[in-house]
């Protein structure tokens, strides 16, 4: 097992932490590049490069990033509404891509839930025709009575009560959580085995945001459910994934166990996104500056070396001409970055 | 100057008992409702509150950019002494941008897509001060260079600059005319993380150089609790809490306040589980009778949906509306 790697050592993109039993989702070396036309000229845009990671039953894991990180990319391959350039996306060690379309069985055991509540749900159908829809498509039920009393239980079981009365609704006669709470229930109708949630509680208020989260939360519990979170908000991510994967230009930098990537950030990118939050407890009028530069990466034609060497307070020559690899930290730690390779004597300077 | 209140700065801005309606054929809605606080000249001031809480028709009823169907209905907004409301065209032309300027949430809506950013700089210094096109090129060209951008970007598009670009030159905008009151409504939450910091660390470093007055209105609490001394916490329309920033994080004293910074999740901190606040937000067409947050308030007793809670001094600059702190004292009062 991986674990017993020594600290510091290379580890190939592909041997991310395998743990004994097989994952429920496996991503290999997803690669996506969009072909931008400017003018006569056409671009490369490299949007995710060797990206690989594990779900495991049951898991929660996020998938945090700036815009333009590629974390919503990799979801819309996942879900595949969107195929990669290359890469593999196992589903219980089975290729999904090896089929051209996704297959009703593969959107029975993978369900989407998007960002915003307003777009997802048809205005001119009731919710119940939202979660009754798949039931029906995916032959789950006998009849629309049998349809009707499943709506009722599944809309219930998202907190939307009385839930024949909610059926009965139009998305625009609800709240953005209560919308988001149907969009939950319309894909849990077909129990799915994995959800993706594309920032599912980022158009919601506070106090709302919450009661999504812990919706999600008691659904893994309760349910087993494994869950892929896309969120720019580090908060969110720490309160719900068990583990946490920091995308930067379309690269994994970081990932580890959420609390540990939270406490102890590796990456000089994880480290500066954390120091730039804002912080209740320095309250006093005065915002001082982030440790470290803002800037979009170069997605297209990127320099060689590291994407974020632009950026990085710790960037040394190596990070201007060499790639780096994933170095694995301590156990269930993984870390993209040449501070971490074997002999290199540099650490992090920006305090976490 | 009429009044001069407490303590260090002179008072810039007092909104009193604010009030505003959309007139709609269903009847009228109250959206602001008997809103008042106080902006002294320096002050960063933050008026939080969650969609739908009328932060934002405040701040657009201080500068009377209100849209139909919504007017101001009640109450004054003093700037300075004098009454805004009563401002003539000429007058309300002097007092906006002059005085307060407006930076708005998507700056890529704000400015125009098919002139420079140079042009559009010059445009308000023309709009407002006597002088010729070469000298407002040269006011513009250090304007930007206020906010670190290369005066070369003068002949820039919109679109060829950044998100965290594009912000700044509207605030660079809004410096134009060296104004006392700098409000910003939602000045970063379409940036990133990295962005906004820069971004916000900027304006404290103008603040502290040109002396300005700021009114932040966010959603974002932890990002005002930083930002702003003095806030405010809008509920439905109505001022929920208002405080010190330093005490509304260790005290909070409305059980809304209190209840919303307890769903805020830290990510510095293991958190094992928050609650939230149950319930949706209120329907102001029809809103609860007495305080309008009892249907949801975890400490809600007998009297709260019958009587309507003032706002009451519970120490200096802190005040809150709720019943628990009025007299006569309630069951439940603590101090």
Redesign the interface.
């Known amino acids: 097992m991986s674990e017993n790697l020594a600290q510091v050592t290379p580890a190939p993109a592909s041997a991310i932490v395998s743990p004994a039993e097989q994952p429920l989702l496996q991503v290999q070396d997803l690669n996506m590049v969009f072909h931008v036309r400017d003018g006569l000229k056409v671009q490369h845009l490299h949007a995710l490069t060797n990206l690989s990671f594990d779900v495991r039953r049951g898991e929660a894991v996020a998938l945090v990033g700036e815009s333009g990180s590629g974390k919503s990319t990799a979801a819309r391959i996942i879900a595949r509404l969107t195929a990669p350039t290359s890469g593999k996306i196992l589903l219980d060690g089975e290729n999904v891509l090896a089929r051209r379309r996704a297959t009703l069985d593969f959107r029975a055991r993978v369900q989407m839930i998007f960002q915003d509540p307003f777009g997802s749900l048809n205005p001119v159908h009731t919710v119940g025709y939202h979660v009754e829809r798949p039931l029906l498509r995916h032959a789950l039920v006998g009849s629309r009575a049998e349809a009707k009393v499943r709506t009722k239980e599944l809309l219930e079981r998202v907190g939307l009560t009385p839930g024949n009365e909610v059926a009965n609704r139009y998305p625009h006669e609800l709240s953005g959580g209560q919308r988001q709470r149907a969009a939950i229930a319309r894909a849990l109708a077909v129990s799915p085995e994995l959800v993706l949630a594309d920032e599912p509680t980022s158009m919601l208020d506070a106090s709302i945001r919450v009661g999504v989260l812990n919706l999600l939360r008691e659904l893994k519990e309760d349910r087993g459910l494994a869950l892929l979170f896309i969120t720019h908000d580090l908060a969110s991510a720490r309160y719900l994934a068990d583990r946490t994967l920091v995308l930067y230009a379309g690269h994994l930098c970081e990932s580890g166990p959420s609390g540990q990537v939270m406490d102890e950030p590796a990456h000089p990118y994880t480290r500066l996104l954390l120091s730039a939050l804002p912080d209740p407890r320095r309250a006093g009028g005065v915002i001082e500056p982030p440790r470290g530069k803002s800037g979009a990466p170069r997605l297209i034609d990127p320099a060689p070396g590291c994407a974020f060497a632009d950026r990085c307070p710790d960037v040394h020559d190596r990070c201007r001409s060499e790639s780096p690899t994933m170095h694995l930290i301590a156990p269930g730690r993984l870390v993209r970055c040449h501070l971490y390779a074997a002999g290199s004597t540099q650490r992090p300077t920006l305090p976490s | 100057m009429t009044v001069s209140i407490t303590t260090v700065a002179p008072e810039l801005l007092r909104v009193e008992d604010l009030a505003v309606e959309y007139l709609t054929p269903d009847g009228d809605v109250r959206v602001v409702d008997d809103v008042s606080f106080t902006i002294r000249e320096g002050e960063?001031f933050g008026l939080a509150g969650?969609?739908g809480s009328g932060k934002s028709t405040v701040a657009m009823a201080i500068l009377r950019l209100l849209k139909p169907p919504g007017v101001i209905s009640g109450g004054r907004v003093l700037w300075r002494g004098e009454d805004v409301l009563d401002f003539d065209d000429a007058s309300l032309r002097a007092f906006r941008w002059r005085e307060v300027s407006l930076v708005m949430q998507s700056a890529m809506n704000a400015l125009n897509p098919v002139i420079t950013i140079g042009e559009q700089l010059c445009d308000v210094i023309l709009a407002h001060e006597a002088v010729t096109p070469v000298q407002a090129l040269e006011r513009a060209a250090s304007l930007l260079e206020l906010v670190n951008i290369d005066s070369g970007r003068l002949k820039s598009f919109p679109h060829e600059l950044?998100g965290?670009m594009r912000q700044r030159v509207v605030i660079a905008m809004a410096l134009a005319l060296s104004p006392r009151l700098m409000i910003m409504d939602e000045p970063t939450t379409a940036l990133?993380?990295?962005?906004?910091?820069?971004i916000?660390?900027?304006?404290?470093e103008l603040r502290?150089k040109l002396g300005f007055a700021v009114l932040l209105v966010t959603?974002?609490?932890?990002?005002m609790?930083?930002?702003?001394?003095q806030v405010g916490v809008l509920y439905a329309g109505r001022l929920a809490e208002l405080a010190p920033?330093?005490e509304?994080?260790t005290a909070p004293k409305h059980p809304y306040t209190q209840?919303?910074?307890a769903?805020?999740?830290?990510?510095?901190r293991?958190?094992v589980?928050?609650?939230?606040?149950?319930g949706?937000?209120v329907d102001l067409r029809r809103p609860p009778e007495g305080c309008r947050f009892h249907p949801r308030c975890p400490r809600a007793f007998d009297r709260c949906p019958e009587v309507r809670p003032e706002l009451t001094p519970l120490g200096p600059d802190h005040l809150a509306s709720c019943l628990l702190y009025s007299t006569p004292p309630a069951t439940t009062v603590q101090s």
């Open positions: 960063c969650e969609s950044s965290g990133d993380v990295v962005v906004q910091r820069e916000l660390a900027q304006i404290s502290a959603h974002d609490l932890s990002l609790l930083e930002f702003c001394t920033a330093r509304l994080v209840a919303l910074l769903s805020i999740p830290d990510p510095r293991a958190v589980r928050l609650q939230g606040i149950p949706i937000h």
